[in-house]
């Protein structure tokens, strides 16, 4: 588990990777270094805030290393991440003085997502994606990460709740128009979850829960439903390229959607998260 | 005259996304029904609704037909108004999940949704006939008594048709008529 842990956050989208680097930390706390982060997401916004709530909630400290570039420490701070973490946790690192404009129509700042929170959540965005992309594309984007939101606040459910956080890109200096959300939550994850529902209590490990927690009619619970993940997957199927990650456990599962083509792969990582980090790109045509 | 009332699913969101908001608007639309008894058709009305996920749809009007095939809410004529092609499509996929129907009104006219193709063109002739007898029912669309009854009970069950027991001077036994609700 990445509490009592040194994180090592280098490069750009360093959570995207298969494995993540860590070291046992000395003083069994968690350390979550950003020195040498280039370039973050929704995915690490709320990993990193997410991991801290999971290490206070077993007593742990957290120490936040600041980015050496003051541009993605300037970020992070703008997206609530500071904001967010646990009152105690300890930043090692310069601030910059806080410059907010109001993006509300390009980004949702990082967020406590429970079921008190949901369905507003929820609405902003739905008229974020409204404000940048035609009506058909937004409806099947909200679908698809109205599932994310339902399945966290239906199977993620811990003290600590989940995070959620999302950025419109515009594609004016990328040429790329999309949207990048991105929920993590410190609930009891897939494999476990999957476990509880007597058809599914042989599932050999968290890469085969995930394999499994994607295809429809899969759930944890006795009732006949399951069908978030897979619904998910195939409102994506408009015409634009999307990507899905799904981390929880010691396993990651990545899809791949462009129309009507998919390609799912699951694998088993070294490093094992406390709950499920769910992370979606799309990119519109 | 049938008594109507409109329960505006809008009112609630222009985005609907988690089964908890869902099962709330279900108790409230199940809450007016028992309530106001003299309504005998229920118009479920999502103008305002831009968005929905098939879980909200679901937990939403999955489990309201079930209830209402099933009894457990008190037999009313049910027609969605207000679907655009989207939120169209979350309900269609969660009622054929759950092998329902549902009579919603479109640009094009009233259809069903989740059907089956002998459903739907059963209930285009109900809406040609609109009041009409089981028999001629079953001469309208060319099948058997047995058959136009196994569909109508389904129709009925769904609240696209009202089914009314009639009385005729002279004649014994039970008699029932079919209704379009409005």
């Known amino acids: ?56 909630a077993k007593g742990l400290g957290t120490t936040f290393v600041t980015a050496a570039d003051p541009d993605v420490t300037a970020y992070l701070q703008r997206m609530d991440v500071i904001r967010r973490m646990p009152a105690d946790t300890v930043i090692d690192g310069r601030l910059p003085a806080e410059r907010r404009a109001d993006l509300a129509n390009a980004l949702l700042e990082v967020s406590h997502l429970d079921g008190e929170t949901a369905d507003d959540l929820a609405t902003r965005l739905g008229r974020l994606t409204a404000a940048h992309f035609s009506s058909a594309a937004a409806a099947k984007i909200f679908a698809a990460v109205g599932e994310l939101i339902d399945n966290a606040v239906d199977h993620g459910t811990s003290p600590e709740g989940a995070f959620i956080a999302a950025q419109v890109y515009t594609g004016a200096t990328s040429g790329r128009r999309g949207f990048e959300v991105a929920i993590c939550d410190t609930g009891i994850g897939v494999l476990a979850h999957l476990r509880r529902n007597p058809a599914h209590a042989a599932i050999a490990d968290a890469a085969g829960a995930l394999a499994c927690a994607l295809q429809p009619g899969v759930t944890g619970t ?52 406390h709950g499920t980090w769910a992370w979606l790109r799309i990119r519109i045509p | 005259m049938s008594m109507c009332m409109t329960f505006a699913v809008g009112q609630r969101g222009a985005f609907l996304a988690t089964r908890s908001m869902a099962r709330t608007i279900r108790g409230d639309l199940e809450e007016r029904i028992a309530s106001v008894v003299t309504s005998e058709v229920i118009v479920v009305d999502f103008g305002g609704v831009d968005a929905m996920t098939i879980s909200f749809a679901d937990e939403f009007l999955g489990r309201f037909y079930t209830d209402l095939a099933s009894g457990h809410i008190r037999p009313v004529a049910v027609l969605l108004r207000g679907l655009n092609e989207e939120t169209t499509e979350a309900v269609t996929i969660c009622l054929e999940r759950r092998e329902l129907i549902a009579a919603a009104l479109a640009e094009t006219g009233k259809k069903l949704i989740g059907a089956q193709e002998f459903l739907a063109e059963s209930y285009r002739h109900a809406l040609e006939l609109r009041h009409f007898k089981a028999g001629e029912f079953a001469a309208s669309l060319g099948i058997t008594p047995q058959n136009a009854n196994n569909r109508l009970k389904r129709l009925v069950a769904a609240g696209a048709i009202r089914k009314e027991r009639i009385t005729s001077p002279g004649r014994g036994g039970k008699e029932f008529s079919y209704a379009l609700p409005c």
Do not use: K
Not at chain 1, 36 to 52: C, K, M
Not at chain 1, 223 to 230: A, P
Not at chain 1, 242 to 249: C, D, E, I, Q, T
């Open chain 1, 1 to 56: 588990m990445l509490v009592g842990m040194h994180l090592r956050l280098s490069g750009r989208h360093p959570l995207l990777r298969r494995n993540l680097y860590q070291a046992p930390d000395q003083d069994g706390e968690l350390v979550v270094d950003a020195c040498n982060l280039a370039f973050a997401g929704p995915l690490e916004l709320t990993a990193i805030v997410a991991l801290a709530h999971a290490a206070s």
């Open chain 1, 222 to 273: 006795t009732e006949d439903r399951g069908n978030g993940l897979s619904d998910l997957l195939t409102r994506l199927e408009f015409g634009g390229l999307a990507r899905f990650h799904l981390r929880s456990g010691a396993g990651l599962a990545t899809v791949t959607v462009r129309s009507r083509w998919r390609a799912e792969r699951s694998h088993s990582t070294t490093t094992s998260v």
